[in-house]
């Protein structure tokens, strides 16, 4: 992005830079904007939302005016201290403009033309949903709105990739943010979309008609002709698909890089006869203490390994690289894996090793759905110890997951299956399951890892015991 000096800026004009939200964190991803260019803003209104450290966080603007210019756009990475946008106190403007105001002319900002008059707008724009592959993005019902009034021409489907000549001009195609953010999602290339907007700035209808560079239609669709204005144009069948690495993706890779490259990790695996467990989950949702609650075996397995950590305290710490120590953490903030929409969030239960299996119950509930919901906040999900990932909600045996950094190891529940199990020297149908931990083999041997996961497993096979560790 480029620099923008605050030294330079009229009095009018105030500066909002990306503030430090309190993480220890050097940046933050823009993932939209609320406001616009033009739109008046107030004091606390929210003008946009930011992902960090999984989390997303709405800013609120420190000073009201009117908005003349956004810094950055959705999808970029931006620094703490760096520039996000620019308002004008209309209360500070030069003589000039107020003249102008009071004589019922609008100033004109470069670019954009007369302006018209702006009313304020408080609004949260709902976010936009990145088309997946293999998904057809409808063309937009244009009839009556303001884009319609210039139809899309043959001129502005992309037939080959050719940039515009230096006859032509070599300026960046005028577009707004939320036409720039979709552009990125779908593969359009901005250089060959006919605008339609003000001053033919490229608008979000335009982009959703226009045909991707990297992402024609689906193969389904491969051979149909699409009529756009009088021309005929067939899209081929799609070969490829990028799609831009970004927010929580773009986060998880580098955390998993980062554990992959600096943590020694080795795993170990148990296979557990979780029958009275199952039974014992069946008489608890039947009982008053667990009204309105379902209590699971994640449930049960999180509070056996928490008594587990209590036995073998060394499971639950942290390696300090720079001051070549191991940290050994005597209370737990469990970490539960959640899959979501947006990608893999582990929100962790702070101090989890006081609550009991009701309350452990209702807090994964209620992390998991916060999580899933977009509402999980950065300090839910920073500071974990420990962590759980049930991989048995996808129908899988066993797994291997990699340590999260800052922590010594990781979980894994594999699928609660009814397998033939012997039992009581007899062949028998039971409920049987497969734990598998990963650890970071610089400060845990594997007797520690195995001593830890046969008492998982114990509490497990025998749950009445759990109430000897209450």
């Known amino acids: 992005m480029e620099d923008h000096a605050p030294q330079s800026l009229p009095a009018s004009l105030l500066e909002f830079r990306l503030p430090d939200l309190g993480e220890g964190l050097t940046d933050a991803e823009l993932v939209s904007w609320a406001v616009e260019v033009g739109d008046t803003v107030e004091l606390n209104q929210t003008i946009a939302e930011v992902e960090t450290a999984k989390a997303v966080v709405s800013l609120p603007c420190p000073f009201a005016g009117r908005v003349v210019e956004l810094l950055a756009q959705p999808g970029d990475t931006v620094a703490v201290g760096a520039p996000l946008i620019r308002v004008e106190d209309e209360r500070k403007t030069a003589p000039e403009d107020a003249a102008i105001r009071e004589s019922g002319r609008s100033s004109v900002l470069v670019g954009y033309g007369p302006e018209e008059e702006v009313t304020s707008r408080r609004r949260r724009p709902a976010r936009q949903t990145p088309a997946e592959p293999g998904i057809v993005v409808p063309e937009p019902d244009r009839s009556g709105s303001e884009a319609g009034a210039s139809n899309i021409t043959a001129d502005s489907v992309v037939r080959e990739p050719e940039r ?226 049930n991989v048995g909600v996808f129908g899988v045996d066993a797994g291997v997951p990699l340590v999260n950094p800052g922590e010594a190891a990781i979980l894994c529940l594999g699928s609660i299956r009814k397998r033939p199990w012997v039992f009581r020297d007899e062949l028998a149908v039971r409920w049987v399951t497969t734990l598998g931990v990963s650890f970071d083999h610089r400060m845990i041997d594997g007797q520690l890892a195995a001593r830890f996961l046969a008492t998982t497993a114990s509490l497990l096979e025998d749950p009445l015991t759990l109430l000897s560790r209450v």
């Open 164 to 389: 515009p000549s230096s006859a032509l001009g070599a300026t960046r195609a005028a577009a707004t943010p939320a036409a720039r953010k979709l552009a990125r999602e779908l593969g359009v290339d901005l250089w060959f979309v006919a605008g339609s907007g003000p001053g033919g700035a490229v608008t979000v209808d335009d982009v959703r008609g226009a045909v991707p560079v990297s992402q024609p239609r689906p193969a389904e669709h491969a051979g149909a002709t699409t009529t756009v204005g009088d021309a005929g144009v067939v899209r081929p069948p799609a070969r490829e698909v990028r799609t831009p690495i970004s927010g929580i993706r773009k986060r998880t890779a580098a955390a998993m890089l980062n554990s992959a490259r600096t943590i020694p990790q080795a795993s170990t695996f148990v296979t557990v006869d979780c029958t009275a467990s199952m039974e014992l989950l069946d008489h608890l949702r039947s009982t008053k203490s667990f009204a309105g609650l379902t209590p699971t075996p994640l449930a049960l397995v999180a509070k056996s390994a928490l008594a587990a950590l209590a036995d073998f305290p060394g499971m639950n710490a942290f390696w300090d690289e720079a001051n070549q120590e191991i940290v050994t953490k005597h209370y737990v903030n469990l970490g539960i894996a959640v899959a979501t929409d947006r990608g893999l969030l582990v929100p962790n239960i702070k101090e989890a090793q006081t609550l009991s299996l009701r309350d452990l119950t209702r807090e994964i509930g209620w992390l998991a759905d916060t999580a899933r919901s977009g509402g999980a906040t950065p300090a839910d999900l920073r500071g974990g110890t420990f962590t759980i990932t």
